[in-house]
């Protein structure tokens, strides 16, 4: 099964689908032995903990693909990736579209912000017009070699035109193709539920912590006709902190011995990676007499 059919066939088999988060392939790793059955790369998550810069557009193609060849070469799980505004024009967004696919991605979702964008949840966004949108999303669509994988349109329309702007564009990229809608930084579930009825398509809610959208659940949520939740930096804020105390602690005990209960065993970390199997194989190769 391609990624694509494979991120389609989760999205059908879950109400709603959970999707998580995973900045690098350990992170992949152990959501997927957890039993999730879909992980997502974001963006904001690629350009801070892979090169300690803002979610401002700042990062390019080559290098949202390095971190999704890392985590598809460690998973089996379809990966949804943020492509932020498709890095340019037509012909950008379709070579953005054939990298992602191959590179093992399953899914893509692409803004309407201008080239200049902000993350999702900030002030003072900016966003194309609407034919412009339309003409990314064509250009996507066109360019996929596998008819399954998933070209999602998000727009950031509410925050800047309104709810009746953003359910136009959303109708508009279905009618152009997007097989998916990302409303972003939605306020309330009454909007995720007028999205539902305006568009035929899988909606996806992103439940992003300190942002504009309250902490609905997945329950809640379905309810308003949701298909797919995203917990884009839920497991990378949590880590952040946990980090950040180790070294605090480090820093001003000596040593590490305050913080060891908050950390994950040798032991896990060789489950999560199936270590024992490297090295029986090792040991096979090398040390069979
Ligand atoms: C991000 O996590 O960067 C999103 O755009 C949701």
Redesign the pocket.
């Known amino acids: 099964m391609s990624p694509g059919k494979s991120f389609r066939h989760a999205v059908a088999a879950n109400h709603p689908l959970q999707i998580v ?1 995973t900045v690098n392939p350990y992170c992949a790793m152990m959501a997927e032995q957890v039993g999730h059955q879909a992980i ?1 790369l ?4 690629i350009a801070n903990a892979s090169y300690g810069l803002p ?1 401002l557009g700042i990062t390019t193609l080559n290098d949202v693909l390095e971190d999704v060849r890392r985590i598809t070469a460690a998973t089996t799980l379809p990966l949804l990736v ?1 492509i ?1 505004t498709g890095f340019g024009g037509a012909f950008n967004i379709a070579r953005t579209v054939k990298e992602m696919e191959r590179a093992g991605a399953a899914a893509i ?1 692409m ?1 309407d912000q201008v080239a200049q964008k902000r ?2 949840h900030r002030p003072n966004k900016a966003i194309v017009s609407q034919e412009e949108m339309v003409d990314r999303i064509k250009a996507a669509v066109d360019a996929r070699v596998d008819k399954d994988f998933v070209i999602m349109a ?1 727009t950031d329309a509410l925050a800047v035109e309104g709810m009746d702007a953003a359910i136009e564009r959303a109708i508009a990229c279905v009618e152009a193709g997007a097989d998916m809608i990302f409303p ?1 930084a939605i306020n309330t579930l009454e909007q995720y539920q007028q999205f539902s009825d305006a568009v035929k398509v899988p909606i996806l809610a ?1 439940i ?1 912590e300190f942002g504009q959208t309250p902490l609905f659940s997945g329950e809640e949520l379905a309810e308003c006709g949701v298909d797919m939740v ?1 917990y ?2 839920s497991a990378f804020r949590a880590m952040n902190l946990a980090a950040l105390n180790v070294y605090q602690h480090i820093r001003k005990d000596g040593h590490q011995r305050n913080v060891v209960d908050q950390m994950q065993t040798r032991e896990q970390l060789y489950h999560y990676l199936g270590y024992h199997d490297y090295e029986q194989k090792l040991d096979k190769l090398f040390n069979e007499k």
Not at 42 to 45: F, K, L, M, P, Y
């Open positions: 988060g997502y974001s963006g904001g998550g979610d943020d932020d979702h803004e993350c999702g998000r972003e992103n992003t995203l884009p930096l």
